[in-house]
């Protein structure tokens, strides 16, 4: 079974605070994304990336970087925490286009 | 620019069949996954069609027409549990997955 592992559930952070979400997948897969999703907005790509220390923005990476050292574990980091960016944080891998495995999300807020 | 078009939301019976409908625009297109979310849940899988035509999985079967840019969900004999958000996400090539809003489906008793 995939199994993609997200650092946190529930996450409240300060206006201004550098923010770090960790996912980890134990399938080997090549691809993993970031989205989030909020109401009435559906997912929305942020960052994804097919390889080891390669990124692709996605639709909204305005505010957001990734970084993949390792196959395994991809991150989501916010420079600088602001209340826009409360919402759901999912994260995917796939090997394929096909089918996208996610994380349990992680619910961030930011006050 | 890239479309996506589901119904906001659907309610149908206990035992009854619903189909949800998505149209799509894209600037390149490979097949199109359905994924299921309960609340509080992950989006997970529930089919993919890359060829025209109907694939049945159980009580959910999907339909795609590359034509059309439409494809759609069918689901059958509904059960409560089936309440839930239903997307439709076109492969657009690159592995890049496209997710509109979603369907929110209530099945009442």
């Known amino acids: 079974d995939v199994k993609v592992t997200q650092s946190s559930r529930y996450l409240v952070k300060r206006t201004g605070e550098k923010v770090f979400l960790e996912c980890v997948q134990d399938?080997?897969?090549?691809?993993m994304f970031w989205y989030r999703q909020d109401p009435g907005l559906g997912l929305r790509l942020i960052y994804f990336?097919?390889?080891?220390?390669?990124?692709e923005k996605g639709d909204i990476p305005e505010g957001y970087s990734v970084s993949r050292e390792k196959k395994e574990r991809f991150s989501l980091i916010l420079e600088s925490a602001s209340t826009n960016q409360t919402s759901m944080y999912l994260c995917?891998?796939?090997?394929?286009?096909?089918?996208?495995?996610f994380g349990p999300g992680t619910r961030l807020t930011v006050t | 620019g890239q479309s996506l078009e589901q119904p906001s939301e659907v309610t149908a019976v206990e035992g009854a069949i619903v189909q949800i409908n998505c149209t799509y625009q894209?600037?390149?297109?490979?097949?199109l996954s359905w994924y299921q979310q309960h609340d509080g849940g992950a989006p997970t899988f529930l089919s993919y069609?890359?060829?025209?035509g109907l694939e049945e999985t159980g009580r959910f079967s999907s339909f795609l027409s590359r034509s059309d840019s439409y494809g759609y969900l069918l689901l059958q004999e509904l059960q409560m549990k089936d309440s839930a958000s239903y997307f439709c996400?076109?492969?657009?090539?690159?592995?890049?997955?496209?997710f509109g809003a979603g369907t929110r489906l209530f099945v009442k008793a």
């Open positions: 995917a891998s796939s090997d394929r286009g096909d089918e996208q495995y």
């Open positions: 399938m080997d897969h090549e691809n």
């Open positions: 990336s097919y390889d080891v220390k390669m990124k």
């Open positions: 894209t600037s390149g297109f490979y097949g």
């Open positions: 069609n890359a060829l025209d």
């Open positions: 996400a076109p492969d657009t090539g690159g592995f890049k997955t496209i």
